[in-house]
């Protein structure tokens, strides 16, 4: 089984910064791809920010320069770092993982995704 639990959301002013941390755990072998991924009330889910087990990173061009997304592959962790906090950043936050996971005497590869966690900056 394999898990991802985020943590580090909450209630913020404009202008404020949070950092969320997304942990895997389980009978992983490796993990390709993570992502941070929010969704706003009556919005569909949209991609924030993705970060390659090579540390590639890229953006959504409405967090560029505000957002910072990394990873710390020896403790399957990811993190994002969030500044310049806007009302509009408002939302559910998820993280995603394309990994390759043990099961039985085989792997497997598939995508997760942890439970979200709420971010609201208040104007």
């Known amino acids: 089984q394999v898990q991802l639990v985020e943590s580090g959301g909450g209630l913020v002013q404009a202008g404020g910064s949070l950092r969320l941390s997304c942990a895997a755990s389980?009978?992983?072998?490796?993990?390709?791809?993570m992502g941070w991924y929010r969704q706003a009330p009556g919005k569909q889910r949209e991609l924030v920010a993705a970060?390659?087990?090579?540390?590639?990173?890229n953006y959504a061009d409405s967090v560029k320069g505000r957002f910072t997304i990394s990873r710390d592959n020896a403790k399957n962790t990811m993190y994002l770092q969030m500044n310049s906090l806007k009302p509009e950043d408002t939302a559910v936050y998820y993280c995603?993982?394309?990994?390759?996971?043990?099961?039985?005497?085989?792997?497997?590869?598939?995508?997760?995704w942890g439970q979200g966690t709420q971010v609201t900056v208040s104007s």
């Open positions: 995603n993982a394309d990994l390759r996971r043990y099961l039985l005497t085989d792997t497997t590869q598939g995508v997760y």
């Open positions: 389980g009978s992983i072998l490796s993990i390709n791809a």
């Open positions: 970060i390659t087990s090579f540390r590639g990173t």
